[in-house]
């Protein structure tokens, strides 16, 4: 079920069929793993089975002599290139292959290249690696004890695992009003580590050519551009000499983003070799060692008034990095966004203390469709309203009607100093209260809890901030987050789009191409997308934190006016007016006053590839180019209600329905925007309900294949029930806002809600996620667990 | 050893098959039909399903040598179904529905649903349609329009379904 509204989308808009599915349902898609090149080998890494260990002595001698392997890459061969280590995104540095220790279960050893896969993987079992087992660090809570082993005793002079401390709104403040607050409360709440585990692994074809110095390089890359910078500053090897190439993706979801040491070893590998050499990772080396998500342990406090007026919002975080500080986010925010945690109501007072360590862990913390950290943001502050609504005895949805920040509040500045460009979150949450007939679903809750029955209405409002980012404040290791494009036109008036952006599934073929045909009035089928090449593509930093559309999308809009506007002037000499006395119709220009008189864009293509004399100065073809800057964040928000019923007898969830309505602005194509909703929602349900990356006493990943680590499948999932308002941004050129994450940030709490609703009578008012069985059952028993350590 | 099958309504052979290799392996790198996808290789995720006599299998848990004389029919034969340069209506389908996002699940649910539309009468009930679709994941799409794809294909004409 849809609920649309008017909103006078463009006609170039509107729920256009995919471009790139022709390819996909004859399987005809080119993934990194369907590639094959002439003579290529193939690599595979030996894993370290200790979370913590000294590594005594690597012997790769059988290996070596196994009849169809070609190299047997460690870290000394590696240390011998200044390879050995690599610097992560966020300033820190990672093993590439363990030289000294190993610090996850998981981590790489050293790398095979054999003539076959099978080969590589037989060959691993012949290197004899001694480890000396030294104490894990598995509970981030201990990472600070005075007694806890240190990690990173790579670092010279490091004696403890803290990263960082970062800190966000005012103290003193935040302090003054929760004194003065008629009533405070309190919880600790766990954003549990999750993995985004794509269908696609990662994986890499590296083709070093000796004679032209060429490295050419398939990845599993969400940021192609960033990528071969990397490489550049890494390896040494020269910029122009290196081409990423990121083909078709299997998803990515954020956990493609960072460079592995896996790509780098292939790199390696056909550097030693002279053959191409393709890696690519299984299930289990997927889960276990690439870009995890989460893992935020916090505590929040709100301060509010008796009738409900929610004053003040304070946080403590403990954040999990795992072993290597390697989140994937803008330089200046070791947290992310998580300052947007203030959610989407008018506060008095905020403030927030974030404090990062190292564990025995994979790395990440930025992966999953997270926006930087807003989902561990709306998690937290939709909880606690929650929490407080408990405490007051009022209704969730009135005590958020009542905080949110009202229209003519925009643009509006947070207490942590974000700008949220525009909203209509009232008749937002009201639209989605109407469509789950929320008045009727309390009356039904009351008697069914009449009767013992358990269920439970979860809301949730949450307001994101995407599309970085204004290159003046944001950068990944000093690359600014601004974005290219080309558009070429053709003589024939077909156009050639080229964009720094890399689609992972969002379907940037269709939406982009419907941009440009949007300005220029011109059939989106006639614009033909390029991505993905750094070849054949301008510079940009890539596809993450919902920021393609925000940030590409607008430099397509910019790029295609400019086009436009240079159409203009070729018109002007082929209508013999004045350019200012064009008008532009959406498919023509054409001489005010005499609508008759007037040429389309395939016309003036013609005309500007022609002997057609042009005014001095005018430059022949349409072609043109821009880079974008974005001025501001967008800020998409979103209303969902979530309605489950819960078996006190087996602690089962049954996940009744899940109504959404998204605000993202103008919507380019609502056939795909309703499809990145779902897959939000979707994640929103495991989330909350089932999927977990825990660890036991050893350091042991207890979520290292899909048997452990549960992922929602058509059973799990309700239909879904859309809903949407517009409220465009003010500030980007079509007014669109962004949408790849939303669903991802504001479904957790809705479900979460809705369980800890449904469990009232037992009196509960907090169980951190996932609520499997076994948790809801120890919660109703009062005795909820710690859901990132085994079982105790 | 060497490995005969019918793949797609071809005879196909592939030889030097080690034992241990499985018939998706087979397939993606002796056979050059890489439609069938690996994702997990532990037959947790269906994106490997293609059928085996008619039953859908993942293909990373049959060794190849138990398809030895048997039929076995991918995402690439399903064109050929409806001949060489039409889409299958379940292809079809998933395209009008918007089904498909970065699509490596892809190939594996259009078998399964293939599969499904092949046994059924009419179009299938909700709750049918998403056990036949249990074995298969996807991360992007929350499965609501690849329900709907099946809907669709199910309620148009077609030969093979």
Redesign the interface.
């Known amino acids: 079920m849809t609920a649309t509204e008017q909103h006078g989308a463009p006609a170039a808009f509107g ?1 256009m ?2 471009k ?10 080119s ?1 990194v ?2 590639i094959v090149l002439p003579g290529m080998l193939h690599g595979a890494v030996l894993r370290s089975p200790h979370a913590h260990a000294r590594i005594t002595s690597i012997d790769t001698a059988a290996a070596e002599a196994h009849p169809k392997v070609k190299a047997v890459i460690t870290g000394q061969t590696l240390a011998g290139l200044n390879l050995a280590w690599m610097p992560t995104l966020s300033n820190d540095t990672q093993a590439v292959l363990a030289t000294d220790k190993v610090r996850f279960q998981g981590q790489e050893v050293a790398f095979v290249v054999a003539e076959d896969r ?1 080969s590589a993987r037989d060959a691993l079992e012949l290197i004899e690696v001694d480890y000396e087992a030294l104490p894990a660090v598995v509970d981030a809570r201990r990472a600070l004890d005075a007694d806890a082993p240190v990690i990173r005793d790579d670092v010279d002079g490091r004696t403890d695992n803290h990263i960082f401390d970062w800190e966000t709104g005012a103290a003193a403040r935040t302090e003054e009003v929760f004194r003065d607050a008629e009533v405070t409360v309190a919880e600790d709440i766990l954003y549990p580590r999750v993995h ?6 990662c994986g890499a074809v590296a083709d070093f050519d000796k004679v032209t110095g060429k490295l050419t390089v398939w990845e599993t890359t969400q940021a192609p551009h960033a990528h071969r910078t990397l490489y550049a500053i890494v390896a040494g090897l020269p910029e122009h000499k290196i081409r990423v190439i990121s083909p ?6 954020g956990g493609k983003v960072g460079i592995y040491p896996g790509y780098v070893c292939a790199v390696v590998g056909s550097i030693v070799t002279g053959k191409p050499v393709k890696w ?1 990772e ?2 289990s080396e997927n889960l276990m060692s690439t870009a995890f998500a989460r893992d935020f342990h916090m505590r929040g406090e709100v301060a509010a008034s008796r009738d409900g007026r929610i004053r003040a919002v304070r946080v403590s975080v403990l954040a999990d990095h795992g072993a290597f500080n390697g989140t994937a986010q803008p330089t200046k925010y070791p947290a992310g966004f998580f300052g947007v945690f203030t959610g989407s109501y008018d506060l008095e007072a905020a403030d927030c203390k974030v404090t990062g360590v190292y564990t025995n862990k994979a790395p990440g913390g930025v992966a999953y469709a997270c926006s930087f950290r807003i989902t561990e943001a709306v998690y937290l502050v939709e909880r606690m309203v929650d929490v407080l609504a408990y405490r007051l005895g009022m209704d969730p949805a009135e005590l958020r009607m009542r905080n949110l920040l009202r229209p003519d509040q925009f643009p509006y500045s947070s207490q942590t100093g974000w700008v949220y460009d525009s909203g209509d979150y009232q008749r937002q949450l009201a639209l989605a209260m109407e469509l789950a007939g929320y008045q009727e679903l309390r009356a039904e809750q009351r008697e069914r809890r009449e009767r013992g029955e358990l269920m439970g209405i979860g809301v949730s409002f949450f307001t994101e901030a995407v599309g970085a980012g204004p290159r003046k404040h944001m950068d990944i290791l000093g690359l600014g987050m601004a974005d290219g494009a080309d558009l070429q036109m053709h003589p024939t008036g077909k156009a050639v789009l080229r964009i720094s952006v890399q689609t ?4 940037h073929e269709t939406t982009f191409a419907q941009i440009v045909a949007n300005e220029l009035g011109i059939p989106a089928d006639d614009v033909e997308v390029v991505h993905g090449d750094t070849d054949s593509t301008p510079f940009g930093l890539g596809t993450y934190g919902s920021r393609s559309t925000p940030v590409s999308g607008a430099a397509t809009a910019v790029v295609a006016r400019k086009v436009r506007e240079r159409a203009r002037i070729v018109a002007s000499a082929m209508l013999e007016v004045s350019p200012d006395d064009l008008e532009w119709d959406g498919a023509r220009w054409f001489v005010r006053g005499d609508p008759d008189q007037g040429k389309t864009i395939p016309e003036i293509a013609f005309a500007a590839h022609s002997s057609l004399e042009l005014p001095d100065g005018v430059e022949g073809h349409l072609d043109a180019q821009t880079v974008y800057n974005p001025p501001s964040l967008t800020y998409p928000s979103g209303a969902y209600i979530c309605v489950v019923e819960v078996d006190p007898g087996t602690g089962g969830v049954k996940l009744r329905r899940l109504v959404a309505v998204d605000d993202c602005g103008v919507r380019i194509n609502p ?2 925007v ?2 990145q ?6 994640d929103g349900v495991g989330m909350a309900l089932m999927q977990v990356i825990a660890f036991d006493s050893d350091g042991n990943c207890l979520g290292g ?3 452990d680590y549960l ?1 929602p ?3 799990e ?1 309700p ?2 029930e859309l809903g949407e308002t517009v409220t465009p941004s003010p500030h980007h050129p079509i007014g669109a806002k962004g949408v790849g994450e939303s669903a991802t940030v504001g479904s957790p709490p809705a479900v979460v809600n809705a369980v800890i609703d449904a469990l009232r009578p037992y009196g509960v008012r907090h169980a951190d996620m996932p609520l499997t069985p076994a948790q809801i059952w120890r919660t109703i028993q009062g005795r909820p667990f710690r859901t990132d350590l085994a079982i105790t | 050893m060497r490995v005969t099958m019918t793949v797609n309504g071809e005879t196909m052979t592939a030889d030097n098959v080690w034992e241990g290799e499985s018939l998706l392996f087979v397939l993606r790198e002796r056979l050059a039909l890489p439609g069938s996808k690996n994702a997990c290789e532990q037959g947790e995720c269906g994106s490997c399903t293609v059928l085996l006599d008619d039953v859908p299998v993942c293909a990373c848990l049959v060794a190849a040598g138990q398809a030895a004389g048997r039929q076995v029919l991918t995402v690439e034969g399903l064109r050929a179904l409806a001949g060489q340069e039409q889409l299958h209506p379940v292809q079809q389908a998933f395209i009008d529905a918007g089904a498909v996002q970065c699509g490596f699940c892809t190939p594996g649910l259009i078998v399964q649903a293939y599969h499904l539309l092949r046994h059924s009468r009419g179009v299938p009930a909700d709750p049918d349609i998403r056990e036949a679709l249990a074995g298969n994941l996807c991360r992007c799409t929350g499965y609501e329009k690849i329900l709907d794809a099946v809907r669709l294909a199910a309620g148009r004409p077609g030969d093979a379904v």
């Open positions: 729920p069929r995919r790139e599915d022709a390819r996909f349902v004859r399987g005809r898609g993934y793993d369907d099978y985004p585990a794509p269908l696609e692994t078709d993706i299997g998803g990515g979801f690519v299984d299930r992972q599934g969002q379907g056939m795909i309703e499809g909703v779902h897959g939000g929602l979707a294949s899909f048997m992922l499948t058509a059973m999932c239909s879904w």
